[in-house]
């Protein structure tokens, strides 16, 4: 047998195996500081993803393109998004979350700067895809440093506040890059947001650490495609994911696509008041989601629960709107964005689920797979309702009506229906798992303490 190879402490190939040592305490300073780097890329990227819908009409004039290529610069990012989530979480787990960070910060620096200066409509499509990559390894990658820099009892909540913060990037992407653009042009607004970029490039490389322990071993190489396949057969992880599946989609439908134009051509709304209220919608993001944060924090086992709730209000206050004779009052549709919003904060339980039932070293993939969820749903319900638009009024958008937007907003049914469908069945099943492989796992949650497996 082969003597072990010294390492570079010299202590030998079974320090690798030794548990590594904690270097900084949770949840203090040094955790704040990292998080804080963290969760400012995050924000950026809400930025980057939410800064072409002010800059739409601009968009269309400067790459001379009709509303149908416009709208697929959104589709495209959101695609990207998705399809990258379970890549990045292999790679999470295996290289961390700096590494991420890094990787994430620098594409979606290089596609504004890219997105800045081109003239064609194919390198603009090409810029947008990019911005979805980078896009796509940071959010989950926050989500990790939380798990990784708190304590278990601070995650939740902590995981909600990542949620508002990152809220701060869509007002930004409203108000002072709408002022850039007015008084600087496409160029130099977009070159500016670059150098935000760069900054946070350096603060990461100097700031952020993988987690407060020691060097820790890599996974070996070659294991990554089993891993995914034995994350997602925990039921667990898929229980998050049907909640993600589930709460998002409403929210994500309405802000991002149809909900202005359902505002405006249906509800006989200005589109000056359409965007007041998306605005408040994202104040009533952070009021909700502190309100859920504090509930799962004290029921973690009725985190299931909670989540159905809030897609029984979404039903609810669409079957209000839908069956109401004529154009809705203001109350009610305020009622309507308050239950829809909430579905932002409440789609955040899919990433606790996915912590309480993987162990730290494989929360990467774990969340991946969660945060895919949401965005099938989202980008299945936006094409069955423009394809029910496009049915019921084949003339175009000038001639949407209310009833038109009504009968396509009952496609979010079969989001509703079968997503609490699969909750329920996945929570039977993720109960039963607990008490197999984890006794008393059950009896902790269920008495309002934290617990997570062990790695």
Known sequence: MNSPTPTDDGRG???????????????????????GVAVAVYALAVFNRSSLGVAGLLAADRF????????????????VYAGMQVPVGVMLDRYGPKVLLLGGAALMTAAQLMFAYVHSYPMAVLARGLVGAGDAMVFITVIRVVNSWFRPRQVPMLTQVTGWVGQLGSIAAATPLTLLLTHYGW???FGATSLLGILLLVAVAVVVKDSPFGRTRPPAAGTEHTSVRSVWANPGTRLGFWVHFTTQCSFTVFALLWGVPFLVKGQGWSEVAAGTLLIGMTGWVILSG???????????????????????????????????????PVAVILLLAA?????????????????????ARQIGKATGLVNVGGFIASLTTMALIGIVLDAVEPDGT???ELGDFKVAMCTQVFVWVLGIAMILRCRSQARAFLEREYPGAGEKLRAGESWTPPD
């Open 398 to 400: 000038d001639f949407y």
């Open 13 to 35: 190939a079974a320090a690798e195996t030794m548990q590594p040592v904690q270097l900084h305490d949770l949840g203090r300073r040094r955790a704040w500081a990292v998080w």
């Open 64 to 79: 001379d393109i009709a509303a149908t290529q416009l709208a697929s610069f959104t589709v495209l990012q959101l695609i």
């Open 339 to 359: 239950a829809v919003a909430t579905g932002g904060p409440a789609s955040v339980i899919g990433f606790d689920l996915a912590r309480t039932f993987n162990p």
């Open 187 to 189: 160029t130099s607004a």
């Open 290 to 328: 502190f309100v859920i944060g504090t509930v799962t924090t004290r029921l973690p086992f009725a985190r299931a629960q909670i989540a159905i709730g809030v897609v029984v209000g979404h039903a609810v206050m669409w079957s209000v709107v839908i069956l109401w004779p004529g154009q809705a």
